[in-house]
Nanobody
Framework: QVQLVESGGGLVQAGGSLRLSCGSSGRTVSSYAMGWFRQVPGKEREFVAAIRRSGDTTYYGDSVKGRFTISRDNAKNTVYLQMNSLKPEDTAVYYC?????????????????WGQGTQVTVSS
């Protein structure tokens, strides 16, 4: 079992930056490939980014490519999502998740453990 906790969300103006963090209790995040997803009310959870256990390969959703960067520090038991050039349409609750099977990095069904989410609001 692993309990994931996100932090770093908040209110930011368009064009600004935020860095989200995801840590864990129980098993460490170094045991898993990790992903970030986001969700707005009434819509499905959307893939944002993912990173392999080793950190050598990353994946991004089309809407965030070139603006967001996922990274991990296994020694600190933390996964990060650096978000730059934020837009109002990035407003959502952001979730980190631990990938537990060999399915696609892009699908929520490949992830078993989820954090409680952190709100990101981008004002225009």
């Amino acid at each position: 079992q692993v309990q994931l906790v996100e932090s770093g969300g908040g209110l930011v103006q368009a064009g600004g930056s935020l860095r989200l963090s995801c840590g864990s209790s129980g098993r460490t995040v170094s045991s898993y490939a990790m992903g970030w997803f986001r969700q707005v009310p009434g819509k499905e959870r959307e893939f944002v980014a993912a990173i392999r256990r080793s950190g050598d390969t990353t994946y991004y959703g089309d809407s965030v490519k070139g603006r967001f960067t996922i990274s991990r520090d296994n020694a600190k038991n933390t996964v990060y999502l650096q978000m730059n050039s934020l837009k109002p349409e990035d407003t959502a609750v952001y979730y980190c998740a631990a990938k537990t099977n060999t399915g696609s990095y892009y699908y929520t069904t490949s992830y078993t453990y989820w954090g409680q989410g952190t709100q990101v609001t981008v004002s225009s």
